[in-house]
C-alpha cells in the first residue's frame, strides 16, 4: 500500500533525557501516519474488494454457473482478507461510529438467514441496510457461497427456481448493503481525521490511548472469543459452532489476518513509524526489550495459529494441543500488550474485559 506521506519522528539528540518521554514525542507525525497511512488506506483497499465482490455477484447473478460462482467466491475469500486487516483498525476519530458490527456480525445466525429468504420476494439494499446485523454482512454472504460440501452442491442452491433466484437476488442486495456501510466508515475516517492526529494528549481522550486500547481489544477478541470459546475456553466445552468463518473454513486465517493488521499499526507500515517506534524511544524509562519481544510474540502467535490442523472444527476435538499452544501464545501477547505496553505509555484501559482467562 502507498505511503500518503513521508514521515519522520523529531527525537532529541542523542544523550538527552526528557523528563516526560510522552511530551518529548512526536505524537503528532505518529498519529498521522497510523491514521493517513494506514488506517484509510487499509480501508480504501477493502471498498475496492467490496466492489469486485458486488460485479462478480452481479455477474454470477445474470449467469449463474459454476465458473461464476468459483470466481465470486474467490473474491469473498480476498474481502475477507482485508475486512480482518481493517478490523484491527477501528480507532475511529469519532466514538459514535458502530457500523462495523453491520458488515461482520458472527458466528451467522443461518436460521435467520433462511427465514428471512423465505419471507421476503423482494431484496432491496435499502431495506437490507435497516434490519438486524443477523441478515447482513460478510458472514452472511459467507454462508450464502460456502454452506454446501461442494461447489456444485452450492450452485444448486441458488439454480433452485424461484427460491434460487430469491438467494442471487439477495446476494447481490448484501454486496450493496457492503459498500455502503464501508463507504461509510471511509467518510468518517476522512471526515475526522484531523481530530485524530491532534488529539495528542495523554489522557482516556487521546488518540494514543484509544488505538493502543483497540489494539488490546482486538487481542482479546482473538484469543478469548474467537479461538478460546470454540475451544472451550469459556466453560470447558468446545463449541465449533461458535468458530468465525466456519462455513468457509477460513477461521485460523481470519486470526492470521487480524494479527497483521495489528502489526502493521505496531511497527507502523512503511515509515516504521508506529507504536514499536514509540516503545523504543520509551525504552530508557524500563529494562528489557519490549518492542522486539512483542514482534517476537505477534510471529509466533501466528506459527502457533497455522500448527493447528485443518479443519479447525475437527481439530479441536482431535488434536486440542495445538489450540491450546495458540491459545497460551496468544495470552502472552495480550499480557506484554495490556500490562507493560499500556503501563510504559501511560494508556488507560478503557474497555470491559472480554470473557476469557
Known amino acids: 500500500m502507498a505511503l500518503g506521506l513521508l514521515l519522520s519522528c523529531k527525537k532529541p539528540s542523542s544523550g538527552t533525557t526528557p523528563d516526560n518521554p ?8 505518529l498519529l498521522i501516519n497510523l491514521g493517513q497511512n494506514i488506517a484509510i488506506p487499509t480501508w480504501k483497499a477493502l471498498s475496492q474488494s467490496v466492489d469486485s465482490l458486488s460485479a462478480l455477484s452481479n455477474r454470477f447473478n445474470q449467469n449463474p454457473k459454476i465458473e461464476e460462482l468459483d470466481s465470486l467466491k474467490i473474491q469473498w475469500n480476498q474481502t475477507q482478507h482485508r475486512l480482518k486487516l481493517a478490523e484491527a483498525m477501528q480507532f475511529y476519530p469519532n466514538t459514535e461510529l458502530s457500523t462495523y458490527s453491520n458488515l461482520d456480525f458472527w458466528p451467522v445466525r443461518s436460521t435467520d438467514v433462511e427465514s428471512y429468504m423465505t419471507n421476503t420476494d423482494t431484496f432491496n439494499a435499502s431495506v437490507i441496510s435497516t434490519k438486524g446485523t443477523t441478515i447482513k454482512g460478510m458472514p452472511v454472504l459467507g454462508y450464502l457461497l460456502f454452506s454446501q460440501a461442494s461447489s456444485q452442491d452450492q450452485l444448486a442452491t441458488f439454480t433452485n427456481g424461484n427460491d434460487g433466484l430469491k438467494r442471487r437476488n439477495y446476494l447481490v442486495a448484501l454486496t450493496k448493503v457492503l459498500n455502503s456501510d464501508v463507504q461509510y466508515i471511509i467518510k468518517k475516517w476522512t471526515d475526522n481525521a484531523s481530530t485524530y492526529q ?3 494528549q495523554q489522557d482516556v481522550n487521546g488518540s494514543i490511548n484509544l488505538t493502543v486500547n483497540t489494539i488490546i481489544q482486538m487481542t482479546e477478541v482473538i484469543k478469548n472469543t474467537k479461538l478460546g470459546r470454540p475451544a472451550g475456553k469459556k466453560d ?4 465449533t459452532d461458535k468458530l468465525e468463518s466456519l462455513y468457509a473454513q477460513r477461521s485460523i486465517q481470519d486470526m492470521i489476518d487480524n494479527l497483521d493488521g495489528l502489526e502493521t499499526i505496531f511497527i507502523g507500515g512503511q515509515s ?4 514499536y517506534d514509540m516503545l523504543t524511544y520509551f525504552k530508557q524509562t524500563y529494562q528489557g526489550d519490549l518492542p522486539n519481544q512483542i514482534k517476537s510474540q505477534l510471529a509466533n502467535c501466528r506459527q502457533k ?3 493447528i490442523p485443518s479443519p479447525i ?3 479441536l476435538n482431535a488434536n486440542p494441543k495445538a489450540a491450546d499452544d495458540a491459545y497460551l501464545a496468544l495470552k502472552q501477547l495480550l499480557v506484554s500488550l495490556k500490562v507493560d505496553m499500556a503501563s510504559q505509555l501511560g494508556v488507560v ?3 470491559t474485559d472480554n470473557d476469557g482467562d
Open 22 to 29: 510522552f511530551n518529548k514525542y512526536d505524537r503528532s507525525t
Open 313 to 315: 472444527n475437527n481439530a
Open 236 to 239: 470447558g466445552r468446545v463449541q
Open 349 to 351: 484501559i478503557t474497555f
Open 272 to 275: 516504521k513509524i508506529g507504536l
Open 198 to 200: 491532534n488529539n495528542t
Open 305 to 307: 495459529l497455522r500448527a
